[in-house]
C-alpha cells in the first residue's frame, strides 16, 4: 500500500540521478566515481542513521512513463530483495517533467516491481511499505494514487487469473473468479451456462466447449456509469481456459502455455474492475466466453460446417483457431442481446502476431478512425504499445468459403490479419477494435522490470485509459 508522507523516512529513502547528474556529486561522499546514474544502475549508501537507495534514470530525454513505472519497479524489487519493510520516495523529478500521469506510474511501478505469484496463495512476508512525499503543487495527489492501486489490482487479478493452473481454473472456475473480482463495485453480471448457450444457438461457443467435460459458459458484466447516453461500449474477452488445439492438436512446444489462453478475458475484467471503481462516465458490458478447448468424439473436426449465433454460416479449417470461434458468438451477442453500439476485441489470437512483433508490442486492427483514436489517446497514458495493421479487399478474400459464409483460418500468411478479419464480419458495421496480445501476455523472460516471469496482465491499463477517454464522447 502507498501513502503520502511529508517528509523521508529518518531510516531509508530511495533517490533518483539522471546520466552523469551534478545532484549525484550533491551528496558530497565521491558517489560520482562508482555510480554514473545509467538506466536502472542501483547503489545502496549505508548511511549512519539514514541509509539510501540511489537509482539511475538514464538520459533525461529518454525518459517516458513506461521507464518511469520500470526504474520505480527495479527499486521496489531491490527493496524487496533487501527485506526493507519501509522507505520514502520522492517522484517529485518524474511529475515535472512528465505530470500527473508520472504519479500513477511510479505507483503502478511500486506495486508490479515486488510482484510474485503464489499457487498457494501466501507470499513470502517481505513486503516493503512506500511512502510518497507530498509533491507541493499537486492537490490530488491521493486521488492519483487510488486511481494507480486500482490498476494495480486489476493487473494483479489478471496476471494471478492466467498464471492460475489450467486444472484449477476450469471455465466455472474462471467465471466464479471474476463476478466474485467485480462484486465490490457497481457491476451486474450474469451468466450462461451450458444449455443456455445451446437453446440460444451460440454453436461456436457451445461447440468448442463441448469438448471438455468441464462446461462452457457466456458471462456478462454490465456497467452504467452514464444512464442518459444510449452509446454502450462493448469488450469481448478470449477465455480460453485450456486450449490443446483440438483435433489440430498444437505442437509439444506451445503446450505449456495453454492455460493461458484467457488472458483477454482477463484483462476485460481487471479493466471493468477498474473502470467501475472509477466511476467512469461511459457504459460498458464485457462478454466474456469461458471454454476449453480438447479433442473428445464431440468435438469439431477440420472440414465441419457450423452456424453461428449471429446467423452466418462458418466452414472450420483449424479447430487451433477456435479463440475467434467463440469470440464471434460473443460479438453477436453483444450487438443483438447487449446492443452495444462500438466494440473492441481483445484475444491471446495467433502466434503470427508473436513472429511479427515480439513480447513488447501487441498488434491491432480497426476500421474506424476515430474509434481507434479514442485507443491511441489511451495509450498515451497506458505506456503499453501496439502497431495497427492494415487490411484490404485483398484480406477479406481470404477468409471467403465456398460452402459457407466464411471460413475460420485465411491463406499461409497475414495470419494475425485474417484472424482479426473474422470477428469483423460479426460486428455488422459497427466500429470495431481488435487486439491481438498473444505476444505480450506473457513472458518466460521478463523484458522490464515491472514484469516478473508468466503473465503480464497486458491490456488492462489500454482498456481503462480508452473507456476514460470516451467519457469525453458524452
Known amino acids: 500500500m502507498v501513502s503520502i508522507t511529508e517528509g523521508k523516512n529518518e531510516r531509508f529513502f530511495i533517490d533518483f540521478a539522471g546520466e552523469k547528474d551534478g545532484h549525484i556529486r550533491s551528496y558530497r561522499l565521491g558517489l560520482e566515481e562508482v555510480f554514473e546514474g545509467k538506466y536502472l544502475d542501483i547503489l ?59 504519479v500513477i506510474q511510479s505507483v503502478m511501478g511500486l506495486e508490479l516491481g515486488s510482484y510474485t505469484y503464489s499457487f498457494t496463495g501466501k507470499e513470502e512476508d ?42 484449477h481454473l476450469r471455465p466455472m472456475d474462471f467465471d466464479r473468479c471474476i463476478t466474485g473480482f467485480v462484486k465490490d463495485v457497481e457491476i451486474e453480471a450474469q451468466t450462461f451456462v451450458y444449455g443456455q448457450l445451446r437453446a440460444m444457438g451460440m454453436e461456436a461457443l457451445y461447440g468448442i466447449g463441448g469438448s471438455s467435460e468441464y462446461p462452457p459458459c457466456l458471462l456478462i458484466l454490465r456497467y452504467r456509469g452514464n444512464p442518459e447516453s444510449d452509446e454502450i461500449y462493448g469488450l469481448i474477452g478470449k477465455g480460453v481456459t485450456c486450449d490443446t488445439g483440438g483435433y489440430c492438436l498444437k505442437g509439444s512446444k506451445s503446450m505449456a502455455g495453454i492455460k493461458g ?10 479493466a471493468m474492475h477498474a473502470i467501475a471503481a472509477g466511476k467512469l462516465k461511459v457504459n460498458v458490458t464485457a462478454c466474456l466466453p469461458l471454454c476449453e478447448n480438447r479433442i473428445s468424439q464431440s468435438a469439431f473436426l477440420p472440414g465441419d460446417v457450423i452456424t453461428g449465433y449471429g446467423g452466418k454460416t462458418i466452414e472450420i479449417l483449424n479447430t487451433d483457431a477456435e479463440g475467434r470461434l467463440v469470440l464471434s458468438d460473443a460479438v453477436s451477442y453483444g450487438i443483438k442481446d447487449e446492443k452495444i453500439t462500438k466494440i473492441l476485441d481483445i484475444a491471446t489470437l495467433t502466434g503470427a502476431v508473436w513472429s511479427a512483433l515480439g513480447y513488447t508490442i501487441a498488434g491491432s486492427m480497426s476500421d474506424d478512425d476515430h474509434f481507434y483514436g479514442l485507443f491511441e489517446k489511451g495509450l498515451v497514458h497506458s505506456a503499453e504499445k501496439y502497431l495497427r495493421f492494415p487490411f484490404g479487399r485483398e484480406h477479406r478474400k481470404m477468409i471467403k468459403s465456398d460452402v459457407a459464409d466464411v471460413k475460420n483460418v485465411g491463406a499461409d500468411c497475414c495470419g494475425s490479419i485474417t484472424a482479426g478479419l473474422f470477428i469483423r464480419e460479426f460486428c455488422e458495421g459497427k466500429p470495431w477494435i481488435h487486439l491481438d496480445i498473444a505476444g505480450t501476455a506473457w513472458c518466460d523472460t521478463p523484458s522490464f522490470a515491472f514484469e516478473s516471469k508468466g503473465a ?14 470516451a467519457q469525453n464522447e458524452g
Not at 549508501?45 to 526504474?71: D, N, S, T, Y
Not at 489462453?261 to 481487471?270: R, T
Open 44 to 102: 545502496f549508501v549505508p548511511l549512519q542513521g539514514q541509509a539510501f537507495l540511489l537509482v539511475g534514470c538514464g538520459k533525461e530525454k529518454e525518459l517516458g512513463l513506461l521507464e518511469v513505472r520500470e526504474i520505480l519497479a527495479t527499486a521496489a524489487s531491490k527493496c524487496r530483495e533487501m527485506k526493507i519493510r519501509e522507505c520514502s520516495v520522492d517522484i517529485s523529478r518524474f511529475a515535472e517533467v512528465l505530470g500527473k500521469d508520472a
Open 126 to 167: 517481505n513486503a516493503c511499505s512506500f511512502q510518497l512525499e507530498q509533491i507541493s503543487d499537486m492537490e490530488d495527489m491521493e486521488e492519483l494514487i487510488a486511481e494507480a492501486e486500482e490498476l494495480v489490482k486489476g493487473i494483479r487479478f489478471a496476471r494471478d487469473t492466467v498464471n492460475t493452473p489450467g486444472n
Open 456 to 469: 503480464t496482465g497486458a491490456g488492462v491499463t489500454s482498456l481503462y485509459y480508452m473507456m476514460k477517454e
Open 261 to 270: 489462453d484467457m488472458a483477454g478475458a482477463a484483462a476485460v475484467a481487471g
